[in-house]
């Protein structure tokens, strides 16, 4: 069965400061990889996909970047945070199956808070 | 670009009931998945429905029906029998078929309390 980790689960850095979160699926091959941030009591908004290894697009101009270094990797980064980076970050996977990509499924997500 | 609209901010049910969640969204195309997610206070999101647009029949898991008006752009989720486990916050998605980057659209969501 597929599986998706995320970590750390939860992260406190000060403004100004890098971060690097991590995402990793097993059991499945050639995922969609999504990573999502929730405002506190509200929905998800995109902030990258990838299709395949060092495809990477960007749905919202910030300060964050991803990677996707390995077929079951992807990585959320920022050379220096900025307070409206704090949220609750979710990694998602999917596959594509017959016509068109089905069900995505999500992560235990990781909190950041920035000071 | 398509949009989704839950509504409620909030729900409330008694234990056993039935409550239904209202979701609708905008999009100019006609074929499309739409979802249910449960997020617990964990904030695990989880998958608790699915509906295929060409399907005309209503996707059922368990205690939990969707009523999918596909005219009127309506996919709303009723919860019968509720437990205290429901309790929740629950977001209707939408996502595209048109390509294979499978990108999803979500509302606000519902903060469904059930009680005792």
């Known amino acids: 069965s597929q599986t998706i980790h995320q970590w750390p689960a939860t992260l406190v850095q000060p403004v100004g400061s890098p971060l690097s979160l991590e995402c990793t699926v097993e059991?499945?091959?050639?995922?969609?990889l999504y990573w999502y941030r929730q405002a506190a009591g509200r929905g998800l908004q995109l902030l990258f996909y990838s299709v395949g290894i060092g495809q990477i697009s960007s749905e919202v101009p910030q300060n964050l970047s991803a990677s996707r270094p390995q077929d079951r990797q992807f990585i959320l980064s920022s050379k220096k945070l900025l307070l409206s980076d704090s949220g609750f970050y979710l990694c998602?996977?999917?596959?594509?199956?017959?016509?068109?990509?089905?069900?995505?499924?999500f992560g235990p997500g990781t909190r950041l808070l920035v000071l | 670009a398509q949009t989704v609209t839950q509504s409620q901010p909030e729900m409330s049910v008694q234990e056993a009931e039935t409550v239904t969640l209202s979701c609708t969204y905008d999009t100019s195309e006609s074929d499309y998945y739409l979802f249910w997610y449960k997020q617990p206070p964990s904030r695990q999101m989880i998958l608790v429905i699915r509906?295929?647009?060409?399907?005309?029949q209503n996707a059922t898991e368990n205690r939990f029906s969707v009523n999918f008006q596909k005219a009127a752009k309506s996919f709303s989720l009723k919860i019968s029998d509720s437990q205290l486990g429901d309790a929740a916050m629950y977001f209707c998605?939408?996502?595209?078929?048109?390509?294979?980057?499978?990108?999803?659209?979500f509302g606000d969501g519902t903060t469904l309390t059930v009680k005792p």
């Open positions: 509906q295929e647009a060409y399907k005309q």
């Open positions: 059991g499945t091959s050639n995922p969609n």
């Open positions: 998605a939408y996502r595209t078929t048109n390509t294979n980057a499978g990108k999803s659209t």
């Open positions: 998602a996977w999917s596959v594509l199956y017959g016509r068109a990509v089905e069900t995505q499924y």
